[in-house]
């Protein structure tokens, strides 16, 4: 399936989920990643991702389409994932 | 169709683009807004966001589905679209 994650955290904890999120996705945005998951490597990563949030202030959001022709993407302006690798 | 909408945007138009996507959708998380949008207006909103950023520099990225059903969504922690009013 296609995921796209998000999420919304406190700042000591960014560099952890940047690092957990990119085992499994694309770095896509700032506090965006993007990429295919089998339906077992999505349950592990909603597990690694309950380990690491602070669940009371942190906030991570997954969006999951079976197919991924159902879901289009439009960039505008620059596409930051191909032209910079800070992560 | 449905909408989510990611932006990545220097610090000093942020607020802009804020007032903006408030005119279409629904706030969800930092960073990130979400709703039902028509073609038309899908149209319109890009030819805003257009006007709105820095091309060279900033970065939004829309991701649409025609039909809601297809896509499942999953918030780990706290839910911040509804706790919090802070746009």
Redo the contacts between chains.
Sequence with gaps: MHV?V???ISIERVNDIKKLLKKYLNW?????FEGELTLGRMKEL?ID??KV???????????????PI???????????ATTENII
């Design positions: 796209i998000v999420y919304d896509v945005q700032n506090s965006v909603e991702i309950g949030i602070d669940k009371e202030n942190d906030s991570v959001i997954l969006y999951s389409i079976n197919n159902w879901i289009k993407k439009k960039i505008i302006g620059k596409e930051k």
